[in-house]
């Protein structure tokens, strides 16, 4: 205790993460990346045009931590059928789910043909941000197509937690217009310059913001 001087001052919480003691979320995704993020190639990614609940639920996926039922019976939770709630057909993992489930393909078609670009099947959430990455730099091209990726991936999910909880709210032919309206959204309340077109978004979103 001798080393330790007091001040007549009030006490207040202290984050050690950064020298001068202040708390930031940057300087606590580069603490994550400098010492959890090891093995992979791409940085926490942050992106300020989606909600945070948005960030974090691609941040779950990133890191195969959603309670798909892959990852629910690695941690000794039993089911009594393994398989996908949407088609029946296969274990509920990551891949299955967001990929190659028949109804997540058909999804995937349905934005391409929307958005009118092929997105290439996928492998991994990195494959998918890298074909992301490859889109050609026109205006606001790239961060419109990240918007509606991330938007496709949430509604997804979506589908995904309502087929396992019988919840007949949110349905197959739902899931196309939520992409839609969501990724809308998400745009329209962060551009405060120049705010997205909803006619044209509907027509063809690159030309859009
Ligand atoms: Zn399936």
Redesign the pocket.
Known sequence: MNHIQLVNDWDQWCWEGFRYGLYSVSKARQMIDKFDQHDTSHPTFWYKFVPIKINVFIWRLRLRRLPTKSNLLAKGMEFENDN?C??D??L?DDL??FAN???SKLIWLKVASWINLDIPSWNSLDGLRSWVDGVPIIGNHKTIVTAIIYSTLWNIWRLRNSSTFKDSKFRKCHVLDSIVVDSFNWLYARFKKSRVNWTVWLQNPLNAL
Do not use: R, S, W
Request: aromatic share 0%.
């Open positions: 996908c949407v088609c057909n296969g509920e299955h789910a489930c028949v109804n």
